[in-house]
């Protein structure tokens, strides 16, 4: 086939290798042996790789690989390889790989895998071989030409089972050629019951659900998936297709085929007949894996496309961004085609001119009462009790609260000059009756909010702010200030694009996080005072719920502020936080600290620009961005 080796075998391990594993793969004549480590680092490993999934450590040993192989199996490091034959192990793999030729080679499950097969004797015992649709995801061996198809895997939804799952859903195209030896069974040598993916299997299915509903609109051959949903709502589940496989498989009696050698299965006709190429997955197919990282002189090329773009631009209740990328990607041929995440990071960074904070109407009365002032503003946010900031709060020329409460005056200072607030049902209320009860002096000099809708009407529809509260505030002689234009629009809709906050997943230590696709209204204040021309703007109080920490509604804001508001902790799944803080953690990183009037209080400071923050960033500017909604 090629003067390549055969085959080289790709391990993760915590520390050390298995070094049964070693001894049987490493450096012989037709097989290399290579590792990366997430634990402890390993003089021998291709990478250390602390706080990763498991995941990420398999596309990081298909990237790191420094030689070329007809065949990289992948094989978790507590595998035990029990020969059903008289072969050893690598004889066995290299027998099998000699007779088949396959796409994908794997073996049969054995002791601890929970899998529809890992129980059946009688069927591993009645042939030598057979597909086995969505087999187990430790021991996969692939063709060369195919790592590009089946990596970099997917992490966007956590990083777990829904990777193998879609692992296997893209054999689907391959399935008579990925092949299952049964002269070999793989046990499961450890299992490891306080990993998370072991701790809640809802988790595990949300994250597979959640991944299905991605992939699903993109797979053509789904009428005959669909066949096997027994009621329509099943048509959304992910299992959906490993039962159908499998029983496609076992009635219809396919079995592998035998192929002579080839230097490619990659064939693109025959993967447009199971898979729309122009969903998000797909779109590096041809650059090869070491490649697929934005070069220099890509980054240069999306710098000048978002030069371009106004304020205007992103004026819309549409989300503009899919056409800005579809129109980047097409004009870099043969590029790496960035996600659309990284193209509003390079635009954050480099068109200043059209941000929301420096393309403003500003009202002239707010002008003039912010003007060369030194502003703090105040947010809920629990890390300020006991470092009895009050002192240095209250010493500023305006502050701003969000929403009212002063839980103390020690630690969150005594004055509010300025009420933030989204003035939605569950805060508008409490923000009036407390502005109505003081007296005309000591009301605020104005209230801002840069939400727009308020509130939902009988109909349906739904009531902005201005409608809801406007003419209540001016009864009370407290100005009102809003994002709306004289012509109906929205500055908000700019504000929301440049942030692009996104529904997403996140794996944090041993939590599935839910983002939800919003920012918060703090942190749309701090955008909005920036327009104005002052001193310095000063922030505390506000850390992006503990740089998106999931927490407790008691982790969140300070004590004063739940009894006013309520607890508005939800649950989806995973663990939720209430807006999507990792893009805010972004932009206020590209676009507020950029700025030299913006102080944001040192203690969130250093945790936002940490190494462990900066690498969750990193991961998240990755993510692709959904291509037709924000949500699923």
Request: glycine share 4%; charged share 25%; proline share 6%.
């Amino acid at each position: 086939m090629s003067n390549k080796k055969r085959l080289c075998i790709l391990q993760v391990a915590p520390s050390n290798p298995d070094p049964t594993h070693v001894e049987m793969f490493s450096d012989k004549e037709d097989c290399d042996f290579y590792f990366v480590t997430h634990d402890d680092p390993h003089p021998e490993a291709l990478q250390f790789c602390p706080n990763t999934t498991w995941t990420d450590t398999r596309n990081i040993l298909a990237t790191q690989v420094p030689k070329q192989y007809d065949y990289y199996a992948f094989v978790d490091y507590d595998y035990v390889f029990r020969p059903l034959r008289d072969l050893a192990p690598l004889e066995q793999i290299l027998e099998d790989l000699d007779d088949f030729n396959p796409a994908v080679l794997t073996y049969y499950p054995g002791n601890g895998m929970t899998t529809p097969f890992a129980a059946n004797t009688d069927y591993r015992d009645s042939r030598d071989a057979s597909v086995l649709p969505f087999s187990h995801c430790g021991m996969k061996v692939v063709h060369h030409s195919l790592i590009q198809w089946f990596f970099p895997m997917v992490t966007r939804f956590g990083g777990g089972v829904e990777a193998c799952h879609l692992f296997n859903i893209l054999e689907i195209p391959f399935l008579k050629h990925v092949v299952c030896s049964h002269k070999m069974v793989y046990d499961n040598g450890f299992t490891d019951e306080e990993a998370p993916h072991n701790q809640n299997g809802a988790k595990n299915k949300y994250t597979m659900d959640s991944m299905w509903g991605w992939i699903r609109p993109a797979f053509k051959k789904i009428a005959v998936v669909d066949m096997y949903a027994l009621k329509n709502q099943a048509k959304t589940d992910s299992l959906l297709p490993k039962n159908a496989f499998i029983n496609i498989m076992l009635t219809k009696g396919i079995e592998p085929l035998r192929s002579t050698p080839r230097e490619s299965y990659f064939d693109r006709e025959l993967l447009e007949k199971f898979f729309d190429l122009s969903h998000e997955r797909f779109l590096n197919l041809d650059i090869p894996l070491k490649k697929q990282s934005i070069s220099e002189s890509t980054i240069q090329h999306i710098k000048k496309h978002v030069a371009t773009l106004t304020f205007k631009d992103l004026h819309t209740t549409q989300d503009p961004w899919p056409a800005i990328a579809n129109e980047i990607n097409k004009s870099l041929n043969d590029a790496q085609r960035p996600t659309i995440n990284e193209i509003v990071d390079i635009y954050q960074r480099s068109n200043s001119a059209s941000l929301f904070k420096n393309a403003c109407a500003l009202d002239k009365n707010m002008l003039q009462y912010l003007k060369d002032k030194r502003v703090a503003v105040v947010g809920p946010a629990p890390y300020l009790r006991g470092l009895n900031k009050g002192s240095e709060i209250d010493d500023y020329d305006v502050v701003v609260r969000i929403q009212h409460n002063i839980p103390n005056v020690q630690d969150y200072g005594s004055r509010t000059d300025i009420i933030q607030s989204c003035l939605n049902a569950n805060y508008g209320p409490p923000v009036i009756e407390h502005i109505s009860k003081l007296p005309k002096a000591n009301r605020p000099k104005f209230v801002i909010c840069n939400d727009t809708a308020s509130e939902e009407k009988p109909d349906g529809s739904w009531a902005f702010v201005d409608e809801v509260y406007e003419a209540t505030l001016e009864k009370l002689d407290v100005p009102m200030l809003h994002l709306k234009n004289n012509d109906n629009t929205w500055d908000r809709w700019n504000l929301y694009w440049e942030v692009y906050p996104k529904q997403h997943v996140e794996f944090f230590g041993q939590e599935y996080v839910l983002h939800t696709p919003n920012f918060n209204s703090g942190y749309g204040s701090l955008n909005y005072l920036m327009r104005y021309p002052v001193k310095e703007l000063a922030v505390f109080g506000l850390d992006f719920y503990n740089c998106a920490v999931p927490q407790t509604n008691e982790e969140k804001y300070n004590e004063e502020y739940i009894k006013i508001y309520g607890d508005e902790s939800r649950h989806l799944g995973p663990s939720e936080l209430l807006h999507d803080q990792m893009s805010q953690m972004v932009h206020c990183i590209n676009v507020l600290l950029q700025d030299e009037r913006f102080n944001l209080d040192p203690v969130v400071k250093e945790k936002l620009l940490s190494d462990e923050v900066t690498h969750r960033l990193e991961n998240f500017k990755k993510l692709p961005k959904f291509w037709k909604d924000n949500t699923r």
